[in-house]
């Protein structure tokens, strides 16, 4: 499928997603209720088709957290990206989708870790780099008083 | 023949009658022990010292480098340096071991090939002991060094030692089959068991030309087996480096490291040396049956240069399939002898007594 | 899978004949600085746990601070057996960002340089790979080869490891005169020396015995777990960057993608010496032809790339690398995100090799092919 039918067959099939096209993807913003009922229909509907999913990021804007997943499809060859939004910074809680991509659970520990971003469900939710001393380091209100000396 | 000038039996008679009539027959005795306990200490110790000298060089060449050169011209003196520095190392003993199996374990795995080495010519009449049981001696004197792997695999207190210490205990014990197979079916052709009888018979031409067909078969095995049974080789997965650190002697340090380092080289000679014996002629020139001149002009080289020739190619050979090939899985070795290299051996063994009895040798 | 995590988490229901051990971080088969937590009973292998993050150097909250230009520098150190890779990945967001054309000149220097820092990975992950399976002679073997190699990039860029020869625009420096009759040179040598790499290991029944048939990974579970590169295509995953998605100069050559079909570890070990042959017919193709022009497109001093958000994949001799850059307008990036091969391929371990032994866990992650500060970032 072209980006163009791809956006048309989603935001009607999702009024309530944000759209994007135009840039080097097409994007789909969706909220977080919807969010894993959603990534379950990417995968399972055959036209869509979307079962790689090939990076999950964590980005960190001043009112939220946003995780960012680009999926591709092997078979149809489109690519996708969704994003998806917390709550705010306090709470930044999300749905995970590592049963449907097992690569997933592995990415979302690492934004665990880097950006304290939990997720629902998620299998083994542990910290990866860092250990339980240090906070969240990819945020960028983050402060090391003891390794970092700021001027 | 004119090897008889190089026979070392008027040596050792004239040095026995020297002490016979001037001490007592219990002192002679003693000393002669004495004189033989020093004269194999020495020889393992620079043997040893030369096996792991000659293993790095073949190890170089192999790689395209030169190897130790920088100590002692072309390297000579590394082998001793680095045996002056195992000495001076601290002893660590770890926290929990068994302290008297830890520390008897490397001297049961010393002690072993020291004993089997009393039983090999050298030369004529350089031989310490000569039963006619000869063979059987070495193959049962030589099972006992398992019990030091074992034992320094389980006392080391150590879970990587442990599972090192198993896997080199069984494969071990499944190759001490092989080889003792592959040993009969040249006793089978021999009709005896004592070595030197072995060499003699061997005058008009070395077994593995003599016995054809089996004695090849028996030799290719005996080689296998034997790589497998000092762990060296496409063997070597109980000190396999890049598995699980140096296997059971992972937690030995200084002189009782050197103990294992040692009786593993020393493993190698005797398993080359009872190749060389048993199917390349021992101290034999190579004679062909019937060709009297060449006989002869193969006679001036002596009989314990031969040996010590034949027995460096088997080495050589040796080192050359551990520089060469990848490392089987314990799996894939044990299958090896209990599937493959032992009903290989009976049916050799088969063979072989087939060609004695209708007399189709040499 | 999820009760056996339940029981590494909460220790004290382990069962008593299964016991843990530590693979690493010191180890020499891990290639880098890696944990695998073992739960073994005997020689089987329950489950693999790994840990990382011994070397996580925090590359992507550095690049917040760095211009564009300096990010490039940073990205030769993760996976550094793919630097010329890395940096062309950066280099190539950013100009299609700022939708720059760089000169049909940096396109094949780029393309050939690419291929001969593949060459250079392969090799040493053929004489490491080799060394972890006991034979030692190999790994001599394929270093004494990548010398050539890495010589000829120390005379065109000055570096042999962490080469940071591209730049946005194009490249640092124009190529050494001697570079073609050099890289001639060496296709026509190491032609000679690849049948050599095969009689040593691939053809050796030992080695067979080693690898065949074992650590077996399906199709649906390459995809399903990201896993690309050679150890992807050896399950049957077409996922070639350069096929799907051309960059640079892969639209003007002609090569096969090699798929494999048991995705066992002797097909991955094949499928790297195939892409080796591959790598030196592309070369061949493009050496002759590099069209004369420019080494690099005049840029601005201070690179501002404009608001949005930009992705970029390329195909290092692991897999896909992919690059995210989410910019704000500044000078420097807002977020730059590295999706890197060895992630995903590095946690399908688990996956594999439960059942298997020890000795068949070094195999499979010797032929898995992983660069831990990629990983670690």
């Known amino acids: 499928m072209t980006n163009e039918q791809l956006i048309e067959q989603l935001s009607k099939a999702y009024p309530a997603a944000a759209t994007k096209q135009g840039g080097q993807y097409p994007e789909i913003t969706m909220p977080r ?51 998806s939004n917390t709550e705010n910074r306090e709470t ?29 469900h998620h299998h083994d939710m542990r910290r990866f780099f860092l250990d339980n001393t240090w906070g969240h380091p990819l945020r960028k209100d983050f402060k090391d008083d003891i390794h970092v000396v700021e001027r | 023949m004119a090897f008889e000038k190089y026979d070392f039996t008027p040596l050792s008679q004239s040095i026995h009658q020297g002490l016979i009539e001037n001490v007592s027959p219990l002192l002679t005795t003693i000393i002669e022990w004495t004189i033989i306990g020093v004269l194999y200490l020495l020889f ?27 100590v002692g011209p072309w390297g000579l003196l590394q082998t001793i340096a680095d045996f002056v520095k195992l000495l001076m190392k601290e002893l660590i003993t770890p926290n929990r ?61 150590n879970k990587y030692s442990l599972i090192g210490g198993m896997r080199s205990g069984a494969q071990i014990v499944s190759y001490e089959l092989s080889v003792g197979l592959s040993l009969i079916t040249m006793v089978v052709l021999a009709g005896t068991m004592q070595v030197s009888e072995i060499v003699e018979l061997q005058r008009g031409g070395w077994f593995l030309f003599k016995g054809h067909i089996p004695a090849i078969i028996a030799f290719v095995v005996f080689v296998v087996a034997g790589t497998a049974e000092t762990n060296r080789g496409p063997f070597d997965l109980a000190e396999a480096e890049s598995e699980l650190t140096a296997g059971f002697h992972t937690e030995y340090s200084g002189i009782k490291f050197a103990f294992f380092f040692l009786a593993e080289y020393i493993n190698l000679f005797i398993v080359s040396a009872m190749a060389t ?5 021992g101290w034999m020139p190579f004679h062909f049956g019937g060709f009297e001149a060449f006989n002869t002009i193969m006679d001036f080289i002596p009989g314990l240069i031969w040996f010590f020739m034949k027995v460096f190619g088997v080495i050589f050979l040796i080192m050359w399939f551990k520089w060469t090939f990848p490392r089987l899985r314990i799996d894939q070795i044990l299958t090896l002898e209990w599937k493959y290299l032992l009903p290989i051996n009976l049916f050799n063994i088969l063979l072989m007594a087939t060609i004695v009895l209708l007399g189709w040798h040499w | 899978m999820a009760d056996i995590i339940e029981k590494f988490v909460t220790t004290d229901e382990i069962k008593t004949d299964e016991y843990l051990v530590n693979m690493g971080p010191q180890h020499p088969s891990t290639h880098g600085v890696l944990r695998l937590l073992l739960k073994l009973e005997g020689e089987i292998v329950h489950n693999v746990d790994p840990h990382i993050g011994y070397i996580h150097s925090g590359i992507e909250k550095m690049t917040e601070a760095l211009s564009y230009p300096q990010v490039i520098h940073l990205t030769d150190r993760m996976d550094y057996l793919s630097a010329h890779m890395n940096n062309e990945a950066v280099c190539l967001c950013i100009e299609n960002a700022l939708q720059v054309e760089v000169p049909e000149r940096v396109k094949y220097i780029r393309t050939i340089f690419d291929e001969l820092q593949r060459l250079a990975s392969h090799q040493l992950w ?84 080693r690898t065949k048939g074992v650590g077996i990974l399906s199709k649906e579970d390459a995809i399903a777990f990201g896993v690309t590169g050679p150890t992807g295509r050896a399950s049957g995953f077409s996922c070639d960057v350069r096929k799907h998605n051309p960059y640079s100069a892969y639209p003007y050559i002609k090569f096969d993608e090699k798929i494999g079909t048991d995705g066992d570890c002797f097909m991955r070990w094949k499928l790297r010496m195939d892409e080796m042959w591959e790598s030196l017919n592309i070369i061949e193709q493009l050496i002759d032809n590099i069209p004369e022009g420019d080494h690099a497109v005049k840029m601005k001093g201070v690179i501002k790339l404009p608001e949005g958000e930009f992705y970029q994949r390329v195909e290092t001799a692991r897999g896909e690398f992919g690059v995210y850059i989410v910019s704000d307008g500044k000078k420097n990036p807002y977020r730059v995100k590295f999706r890197s091969p060895g992630f995903s391929n590095l946690f399908t371990i688990n996956h594999i090799a439960k059942g298997w032994k020890i000795a068949d866990l070094v195999a499979i992650m010797a032929t898995f092919d992983l660069v831990i500060p990629d990983i670690d970032r």
């Open chain 1, 33 to 83: 209720e919807m969010l894993h009922s959603f990534m379950q229909n990417l995968k399972s509907e055959p036209n869509l088709a979307f079962d790689y999913l090939v990076c999950e990021s964590g980005v960190d804007y001043p009112e939220y957290l946003q995780v960012v997943y680009h999926l591709e499809s092997t078979t149809h060859r489109h690519f996708l990206v969704v994003k």
């Open chain 2, 44 to 70: 393992i110790a620079l043997f040893g010292l030369l096996l792991v000298y000659a293993e790095r060089k073949v190890c170089a060449a192999f790689q395209q480098r030169l190897g130790p050169m920088r």
């Open chain 2, 97 to 157: 071991v068994d302290k008297f199996l830890y520390n008897l374990a490397p001297f049961i795995v010393i002690i072993v090939p020291f004993l089997t080495i009393s039983v090999i010519p050298f030369a004529p009449g350089l031989q310490a002991l000569d039963f006619d049981i000869g063979i059987f001696f070495v193959t049962a004197v030589s099972s006992v060094g398992v019990i030091g792997v074992l034992l320094a695999g389980w006392a080391s207190n």
């Open chain 2, 277 to 281: 014996i048993v199917f390349l002629g």
């Open chain 3, 126 to 209: 053929w004489c490491a790979s080799g060394m972890d399976l006991g034979a030692l002679t190999a790994f001599f073997y394929g270093l004494r080869d990548r010398e050539d190699i890495l010589d000829i990039f120390e005379e065109t860029c000055g570096a042999r490891l962490t080469l940071s020869y591209s730049v946005p625009g194009g490249v640092m420096f124009d190529i050494h005169p001697n570079f073609q009759t050099k890289v001639k040179a060496f296709i026509k040598k190491f032609r000679k020396i690849l049948p050599e790499y095969d009689k040593l290991l691939t053809d050796n029944i030992i080695f067979q015995n």
């Open chain 1, 92 to 120: 930044a809680v999300l749905d995970t989708v590592c049963d449907i991509w097992p690569t997933a659970e592995f990415h979302e520990r690492e934004i665990y870790d880097l950006l304290g971003i939990t997720f629902n």
